[in-house]
């Protein structure tokens, strides 16, 4: 079983929809969660960072952390064509150097 | 732009060469973390130095080293390449000695022929 698992889609919506996205992780030291946004033949940006459970939000997006179920979340509200790109989960554990990344999920927002 | 900067954008070169890819990492950023890009592996953790010194080791090969030097900057040595070594490969730095809100370079695109 892999540490971190993402379903790489890809997930097609119309612009203005809502983008949902999900990992699941096997290591319950995790306690850091991000999300970076990696567009075509670009390195990853930090988009979201979530500390232990919780929801986070900034702007049109949306963090969700569910520690009992070893499961995150991302939500994109009024999608647009300038989020198609990339997601990448990412977690680590506290004391721990490394990220550990989900495969990444496609998505692409239809005009 | 997040301020770490990558050389060179692009590489090719052939199986059992040695390559040198740089990093230089944002302005104040002590920690420096190497990771490979692949389609079938996603994005894997290579090595992290933080002001010089190694901190961490993931999944590096025995061929692959790397450094920081004292102004910072870091280099990956990739030897002995392999036709599987073709991948991206990313710098990313930080302030501190934890991982969380890493930025990442713009990568190296690799690729062994």
């Known amino acids: 079983q892999k540490e971190v698992e993402q379903d790489p889609g890809p997930l097609s919506v119309p612009e203005g929809a809502i983008v949902s996205l999900n990992c699941t992780y096997s290591?319950?030291?995790?306690?850091?969660f991000m999300w970076y946004r990696q567009y075509s033949r670009k390195g990853p940006e930090l988009l979201m960072y979530t500390y232990s459970s919780g929801n986070k939000e900034d702007g049109r997006f949306t963090a969700q952390v569910d520690k009992s179920s070893k499961y995150i979340s991302l939500f994109i509200r009024d999608s647009q064509p300038s989020d198609s790109a990339t997601y990448l989960c990412a977690m680590s554990a506290y004391g721990n150097n490394r990220l550990a990344f989900g495969k990444g999920n496609q998505v692409v927002v239809i005009p | 732009d997040s301020g770490v900067t990558q050389t060179p954008k692009h590489l090719i070169t052939a199986t059992g060469q040695r390559v040198t890819l740089r990093c230089s990492p944002r302005?104040?950023?002590?920690?420096v973390y190497w990771y490979q890009q692949s389609l079938d592996q996603g994005l894997q953790f290579l090595i992290q130095?933080?002001?010089?010194?190694?901190?961490a080791k993931g999944n590096i090969l025995e061929r692959f080293s790397a450094q920081q030097f004292p102004d910072l900057h870091s280099e990956l040595n990739l030897s002995s390449l392999e036709l599987g070594d073709s991948a991206l490969y990313f710098c990313?730095?930080?302030?501190?000695?934890?991982?969380?809100?890493?930025?990442f370079g713009p990568g190296t695109r690799l690729t062994v022929t």
């Open positions: 130095y933080y002001n010089g010194e190694e901190r």
């Open positions: 290591n319950s030291a995790f306690q850091y």
């Open positions: 302005s104040g950023d002590l920690s």
């Open positions: 990313a730095s930080s302030v501190a000695t934890l991982p969380n809100e890493q930025y």
